[in-house]
């Protein structure tokens, strides 16, 4: 109860720091200090919050998306949509680009190195590794990278992702409560896995964190093999 009145009260001080235009300085430090609360110190996600992402070091035009979709209503979440819901594009712009520029999450000094029963690692290398080519499902590797740090301009990094928050998105877009940017990729993917699956992919995703920072692909450096949005991709085989 303690923590829901701390965190109302940053909530309340951040919603009256940002009814302004968007900040005339990129340093936005002090304004968003109210999101460490949820998303850590400098955006590097927390322990034990697992619904809340970290987003150091994803790629700017991805979080950019992310905070409009909050705010125009393809990402269903009151908090975050209350908060967004008085933002210019510019000042959404600026608040990504000032996540987008902290160093991405590592694992943090003395944090253990956890692993998963090895059946269910198995069955999330496969589908993050190989895919499943009979049900039209690209490996994750084959759009956010061999090293899953992600690629720019808007694709995240999924390790060490809270295990509970990749099952939630998974199921807001098997639902329809997430939706993005036709061709919504995503939502294909994720109402061709079974809740096993998903279970499992989230499950190993969330061990799986970096011990060096680990930065997304730059631009072109692969094609995914998916339209997705407005995306590049390679082009989709009939």
């Not at 979709?69 to 510019?90: K, S």
């Amino acid at each position: 109860m303690e923590h829901c009145r701390y965190l109302l009260l940053l909530l309340l001080s951040l919603g009256s720091a940002v009814q302004a235009a968007a900040p005339e300085s990129a340093d936005l430090t002090d304004r968003l200090a109210a999101c460490n609360a949820c998303h850590g110190a400098r955006g590097e996600g927390m322990t034990g919050a697992v619904y809340y992402p970290h987003l150091a070091g994803k790629p700017a035009q991805y979080l950019f998306r992310q905070l409009r979709a909050f705010r125009d209503g393809g990402r269903n979440y009151p908090q975050m949509g209350w908060l967004v819901r008085n933002m210019d594009d510019a000042y959404l712009q600026a608040i990504a680009q000032h996540f987008a520029a902290m160093p991405p999450r590592t694992r943090a000094p003395g944090e253990p190195v956890n692993s998963v029963d090895a059946a269910l690692t198995q069955r999330a290398r496969q589908l993050i590794e190989d895919g499943d080519t009979a049900r039209r499902i690209p490996a994750c590797t084959a759009c956010h990278g061999a090293d899953l740090a992600g690629l720019e301009p808007a694709i995240p990094g999924l390790v060490g992702l809270p295990e509970e928050y990749v099952v939630a998105q998974f199921g807001g877009w098997r639902t329809g409560v997430r939706t993005a940017q036709a061709p919504d990729c995503m939502a294909g993917i994720a109402r061709a896995l079974d809740p096993g699956e998903i279970r499992a992919i989230a499950t190993w995703l969330s061990v799986q964190v970096h011990d060096e920072p680990q930065r997304p692909a730059a631009a072109g450096s692969f094609l995914p093999p998916l339209a997705c949005a407005d995306l590049p991709h390679a082009p989709v085989q009939p």
